[in-house]
């Protein structure tokens, strides 16, 4: 090989990957706002139907559902081996309380105020109420679904939230645990004289 050949290689080299190189950074790498606010929460994958990965019962997708209480109650009922009927009694229970669309739209709006410290009294006060009426409404489709239930099935959830509590709590202690071994401690120097 030439010396003229390795020096044009070279040379060709370094041209593409500089046009890669601004082609690349040429491109909008922002996202737009709306598709931004579009997140996917814990909560809102849950449902009854077919699960995720082929399961039968509770655990299907149920898309939409944002803030809403009673998103969690999903996983409370998985494995609980509820009836067809008890199923249906459960997805007429959720659907009848499905929030409109005004309700989303405004929750949705109100949320993004809150976030972007842009919040006024009089939303800050309807933001307050909304949360209050949600709170309502998860307490009442709490109670209605807890009245579908059997009492066995009520007992696996009692000892599911017992079992849940005393994990919270065995995470809480090792964190404060792991917080306590990472601040150091005071050590007063003391000057040294000659």
Not at 75 to 95: E, F, N, P, W
Not at 161 to 173: D, F, H, L
Request: proline share 2%.
């Amino acid at each position: 090989m030439s010396l003229k050949f390795k020096f044009f290689t070279v040379l060709s080299l370094a041209a593409a990957t500089a046009a890669f190189t601004v082609a690349t950074s040429a491109q909008d790498a922002t996202v737009p706002a709306e598709k931004n606010t579009q997140k996917v929460h814990k909560g809102q994958r849950r449902g009854m139907g077919q699960g995720e990965f082929g399961h039968k019962g509770m655990g299907g997708q149920r898309r939409g559902m944002g803030m809403r209480q009673g998103a969690g109650m999903g996983r409370m009922l998985q494995g609980l081996d509820l009836t067809d009927a008890q199923k249906t009694q459960i997805q007429s229970i959720m659907a009848a309380d499905k929030p409109s669309q005004e309700s989303r739209e405004e929750m949705r709006t109100l949320m993004m105020a809150k976030r972007n410290g842009t919040l006024t009294t009089a939303q800050n006060e309807r933001f307050a109420a909304m949360g209050t009426e949600r709170k309502a409404k998860g307490k009442a489709i709490h109670e209605q679904v807890m009245g579908v239930l059997t009492a066995e099935q009520k007992a696996k959830i009692e000892t599911r939230k017992q079992e849940m509590r005393q994990r919270m709590e065995e995470r809480q202690t090792q964190r404060k645990l792991r917080k306590s071994q990472s601040q150091p401690t005071d050590t007063v120097k003391t000057p040294k004289t000659n």
